[in-house]
């Protein structure tokens, strides 16, 4: 089980670093998700399960698509429509879709030693995960989810403000 922790930190780690140096919105939101998915391994291997699922459900699941909707209300025009024609091409996916199959060869290796969790992980449930949530870091949740928010107005303002001066110039054009 150590194995599988530490390629799943290895593979975090290398997409993480993927996301930092991408040009391209999209394609460092690919890594980004494998990111997500090999902390999710990261947690399970570790004894958390429920985190996670969590993990995969929240941030690799509705954040990522929450991250695709502002980038579609940012609507760039036609150097976006340009780009995304790029990412019918293979060479785009292919790393991350390498880094998830190792996740899925690594998965399917845990589930087949019984998805037991080393001896020394003590296994942490929904009820423990809720309360620490909503005790101890209760200040963090709410931080973190203001920052999303904040985020979130800012994509909506830039996406305003060019949608804005698009039509001033339509208009000194027309």
């Known amino acids: 089980m ?3 922790f ?4 290895a593979i975090a780690i290398a997409a993480t670093l ?11 939101l690919l890594y980004l998700i494998v990111s997500l998915l090999a902390v999710a391994i990261v947690f399970y291997v570790l004894g958390a399960p429920f985190a996670a699922a969590l993990e995969v459900i929240i941030y ?5 698509v929450l991250f695709v909707f502002v980038m579609m209300m940012l609507n760039l025009g036609k ?4 780009k995304e024609r790029d990412w019918l091409n293979p060479g785009m996916w292919a790393g991350p879709a390498v880094l998830a ?3 899925l060869a690594e998965l399917l290796y845990i589930l087949m030693q019984d998805g037991s969790t080393p001896a020394s992980a003590a296994v942490v449930d929904a009820k423990a995960v809720g309360i620490i949530l909503f ?5 963090g949740v709410e931080l ?3 920052l999303l928010l904040a985020g979130l107005v800012g994509a909506c303002h830039l996406g305003w403000y060019e949608g804005r001066r698009g039509n001033g110039h339509d208009h000194e054009n027309g």
């Not at 005790?135 to 200040?139: I, M, S």
Request: charge should be neutral.
């Open 135 to 139: 005790g101890p870091y209760l200040l």
């Open 2 to 4: 150590e194995f599988t």
């Open 60 to 64: 690799a699941g509705a954040i990522m």
């Open 6 to 9: 530490y390629l799943s930190g």
């Open 101 to 103: 199959a190792l996740l």
């Open 18 to 28: 993927m996301v930092i140096v991408r040009l391209s919105a999209v394609h460092a």
């Open 144 to 146: 973190a989810s203001l």
């Open 79 to 82: 150097t976006a429509a340009a």
